[in-house]
Structures are given as structure tokens and as C-alpha cells.
């Protein structure tokens, strides 16, 4: 069994910050890719950022410059800085990892149940 769970989201105001945490538990032999997506008010799920283990990075293009994916393998966890924020980055965000359980050979990946952004004035 695997669990990710996020934390960090809340209400902020324009050009504001917030840093979001996903911690990954249970049985885990290996992390690769882990990630961040969001789900705005009524649009479908977008990918945000993704980090591999070796911390090569993938952005958006919405958040280039203004977001930053990062990690700490040894803990699973992944975390997303969010700075100057705009009302546009409302939505619910979900944490990603391609996880490796224990016995198995192959990769799957696993969801948190997502926490809420609101930038708003």
C-alpha cells in the first residue's frame, strides 16, 4: 500500500507564496519521477512540474520563472515553492510519484488526495 499525502495549500493573495509538501509512505522500494499537477475550477487535471531522482526538472510553461519542483528522495518527499502568485493558480493541486512497491519489478504511478489553492484578493 502507498499514500501520498499533501499539505501546505491555503488562501493567499496576488503576487503571494506558498510552498506545498507531498510526503509518500508504505511500502516503497523505489521513487522515480515525482510531480505536481492541478485541476483549476471546472478545466481538467495539468501537469504543473515534474523532478526525476537525479532532480532534472520539468515545468509548465504557466509557471516557468515563478514555481519551483524539488525533492528529498531519502524523506519521499517532493515540494512545490509557489511564488508570485495570480489568481489564475487557483485550483486544487495533487502530488505525483512513479513508485516501485517491495517484490514488484514494475512502476506505477500513485495520487494524493490534492490540496486547495485560492489566490484571491
Known amino acids: 500500500q502507498v499514500q501520498l499525502v499533501e499539505s501546505g495549500g491555503g488562501l493567499v493573495q496576488p503576487g503571494g507564496s506558498l510552498r506545498l509538501s507531498c510526503a509518500a509512505s508504505?511500502?516503497?522500494?523505489?521513487?522515480?519521477?515525482m510531480g505536481w499537477y492541478r485541476q483549476p475550477p471546472g478545466k481538467q487535471r495539468e501537469l504543473v512540474a515534474t523532478i526525476t531522482r537525479g532532480g532534472s526538472t520539468h515545468y509548465a510553461d504557466s509557471v516557468k520563472g515563478r514555481f519551483t519542483i524539488s525533492r528529498d528522495s531519502a524523506k519521499n518527499t517532493v515540494y512545490l515553492q509557489m511564488n508570485s502568485l495570480k489568481p489564475e493558480d487557483t485550483a486544487v493541486y495533487y502530488c505525483?510519484?512513479?513508485?516501485?512497491?517491495?517484490?514488484?519489478?514494475?512502476?506505477?504511478?500513485?495520487w494524493g488526495q490534492g490540496t486547495q489553492v485560492t489566490v484571491s484578493s
Open positions: 505525483n510519484a512513479n513508485v516501485r512497491r517491495y517484490y514488484s519489478d514494475t512502476y506505477n504511478f500513485y
Open positions: 508504505g511500502s516503497i522500494a523505489s521513487i522515480s519521477t
